[in-house]
């Protein structure tokens, strides 16, 4: 070949290469949110992920928008706002849930989909493996099951003289009854015995709350799911009401006034699913990104709470928590 000709070859090859770069520089990228929970009054799409992506360089308006679709807890409503999501063309969609995730699975297998917050989705079949996720979904997986014996364990060390343990949990979420199962395999190692309050919808809370009126549980566990969750307020005050000592899943229940919480923060949750949405929009393919479990857990007590149940915490614990103020 020409040198002179090889040489412009070679130039529009280099001055093509940085126009792409630069196109993608200045591309603004939609990222999708769905999630099975209630729409936020703002609208807005969770603040612990945008502040994450924010900080990888994604500055919202600029080259980056967000659009997020809430099932309002209805679980049917998932698959249509997931293929709404698909058909906007988005370039990654994160999800909150397993639900959530299996909806956006069902309607594309050509958008990337980053799991915040999912249980088992190896056994659910959202992925392959950790290691190698395989398809368009990775993310994070809660590894909720094994810390329901782990929350068993706190709940025991802070009540010592419990024995009769109370567990709700939404009966009509396979992964939620997954947890449930593994505090009861947990409980008999513990020599406690287990009381089931599963629920199905709203109207279950009532009865479940007489049950415990007629064989009072010395201490109660409460799965988180959608269901529990919209109720929490409800639980709550029949915890504080009855001086039960309970354990939730996540700290925003301790500053709501319950006892104690034993979990990953939503903002390490969102934070590792924007590092997975950043490696996505660089070019990296959800099939070769492990999967992962979080690695950061958080005990968060509420001292005043403790008060009010006549409760004192041991030192053991406290040396381990984070007291709310």
């Known amino acids: 070949m020409d040198r002179r000709l090889f040489t412009s070859c070679l130039a529009l090859g280099v001055l093509g290469a940085q126009f792409a770069k630069a196109q993608q520089a200045r591309k603004t990228y939609q990222i999708g949110y769905l999630a099975l929970g209630s729409r936020p009054d703002d609208g807005a799409t969770p603040a612990a992920l945008r502040q994450a992506l924010a900080e990888l360089g994604y500055s919202e308006g600029k080259n980056v928008t967000y659009v997020g679709r809430w099932a309002e807890s209805m679980r049917a409503r998932l698959p249509a706002l997931a293929v709404e999501l698909v058909a906007m063309s988005v370039d990654v969609i994160v999800t909150a849930s397993s639900g959530a995730a299996r909806a956006a699975k069902n309607a594309t297998s050509a958008i990337p989909i980053v799991m915040a917050l999912s249980t088992d989705p190896v056994g659910q079949g959202l992925i392959e493996s950790l290691a190698r996720p395989g398809g368009n979904v990775t993310g994070m997986s809660d590894n909720a099951i094994d810390l329901s014996a782990k929350r068993l364990e706190l709940l025991k060390e802070a009540a010592p003289t419990a024995s009769r ?36 919808e709203p109207d279950d809370f009532e009865r479940v709350f007489s049950e415990m009126n007629r064989e009072r549980p010395d201490a109660m566990i409460m799965v988180t799911d959608v269901l529990t969750t919209l109720n929490r307020k409800r639980v709550l005050d029949y915890a504080e009401a009855h001086r039960i000592p309970a354990m939730y899943e996540f700290a925003s229940f301790v500053h709501e006034g319950g006892l104690m919480s034993y979990g990953p923060s939503d903002d390490y949750l969102f934070g590792r699913a924007a590092v997975y949405v950043d490696k996505i929009l660089k070019g990296a393919k959800p099939s070769e990104l492990p999967a992962e479990e979080p690695t950061v857990y958080r005990l968060v ?17 406290l040396l381990r928590a984070e007291p709310i103020k």
């Open 165 to 200: 343990i109370a567990v709700l949990w939404n009966a009509q979420d396979r992964a939620m009854t997954q947890r449930y199962r593994e505090i009861d395999r947990a409980a008999q190692a513990l020599a406690l015995s287990i009381q089931p309050l599963g629920v199905r």
């Open 301 to 317: 007590v509420n001292p005043k709470t403790a008060k009010t149940l006549g409760l004192n915490f041991p030192q053991s614990l």
